[in-house]
């Protein structure tokens, strides 16, 4: 398996999957080109010759967006289809997870070949994207540059030493501030709190370029709370992640990253606006003042590459695809885990970025089956942040063609009795306007009261959608009008053009 993220690259262009663009402007051309290739299921885009920079001062984004590149990712083959990958995904992730290999800690690496100290920072020496358009402050009128997208922000349990990656953005806000956006409920989040508590300041490591299965560990709930995800990339890899300490923190690095800032995260830091920011529901959102982090030391390795992981409109989302593709794997796992019979098949749907809109399929073994499948599905852990719509369907139906799908929606269902609405459930914090999650200003809340100024998220609703035909019609359920897949393939044969 490739040792870094260089390695990686070089597999993806063997493979075909690389395509390196020259001139892109960091203002808003990056972006906008990363997200027009997510939205096409694209391959990996390598940005060099950046007005203004280096020439090796790159920027990487979707370098897991499509079943090639995310296999890759993985250390598997390349596969052809989704349906391959989420099938090889679950299982080896069973293996991955019951055999965990803790990091090595190594005297240096290529992280180690570009120190810079106090005075010395300055993160404008490096090519972060304006990633969006509309990212511009009404406060200051000032660009939003975010450095950290496809960040690992690395923490520890100050009382039981356990190691975690986020990934929480960090907004460039001068030469040596970032902002650390960590939402209600995240690992990093509750380790500040503890550290807080304690009266001490959080030492934190970002890693803002690194190879993709940093960036997978950091951005996705694969490993469960309190296992590092170090442990379980090691598992990935079949040997140790190697991780130098952070001179300042202390903190596990890991030793080939691209760049690595250091800090430590105070609670009366200075404030700075933060975004707006075009966002994982696809609207530009934000702009609120946020504390920073002082960094204290930046290391990168020669010609350094930012790891770049713009959201946008579902699906033209970089992160789109990574978490379909997990949140697929994990779902299905956590309903075999919890003792659900006849799950086929489950997808986390990329125009709801995989968390609002899930559907299952199942063989139907009892009346209730589909209820109790989706109830779950929204509801366990790999499911229940920010879901809003859960479908069940038969398992005749393509979960990965959404108009198999919905074909099933509407003439399967029947809204007197084929919907539920759960309310109050595991909402967002994301302040987006609209009717994203019920937000409003007014339910919006600080928790003055607590010593970390948590913001609370908002209470979420789910809608079951139950899409099976019921149980007791199951056996006179029709045939249905489409070709069979034998009549296909024989008209495949004759007319090749009209059919495939
Ligand atoms: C590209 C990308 C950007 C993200 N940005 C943020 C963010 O700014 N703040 C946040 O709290 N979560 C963000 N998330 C979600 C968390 O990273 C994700 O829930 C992750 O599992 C958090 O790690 P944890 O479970 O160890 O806390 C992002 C995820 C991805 C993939």
Redesign the pocket.
Known sequence: MYKDLRENLAELERIGQLKLVQGAHWDTEIGALANITAGKFGPALLFDNIPGYPKGYRVVTNNFNNPKTMAVALGLEPKETTRELVQEMRTRYKEWISHPIAPRFVSSGPVMENVHRGEEVDLYELPTPVWHHNDVSPVTGERVRML????A?ITQDPETGWV???????QVFSRNRVGL??????????HRDKWWKQGKPMPVAISVGHDPLV?????????P?GVS?YDVMGAIRGEPVEVIKGPLTGLPIPATAEIVLEGFYRPDDERFEEGPFGE?AGYTDGGSTKRSLLVEAVYHRNDPIISG???GKPPRC??MY??CTWRAALVHNALEAAGVPGVTAVWGHETGNSRVLLIVAIKQQYIGHARQAGLIASQCAAGA?TNKYVVVVDDDIDIYDTNDWLWAVCFRSMPDDSIEIIRRTYGS?AAIKGRFGGWSPSLHKVHAASETQRTLNVPGSVCLIDATVPFEYLNEKPETADPPAELRAALARKWPDLVE
């Open positions: 950290g997208t496809m960040t922000v975690n990656l986020g990934t929480y953005r960090n956006d960590m939402r209600d409920g995240r690992h990093g989040a509750m960036g997978i560990f950091a951005g996705m709930e694969v490993a709370h995800d994982w992981c713009p959201p970089n992160e990574l978490l942040y914090g």
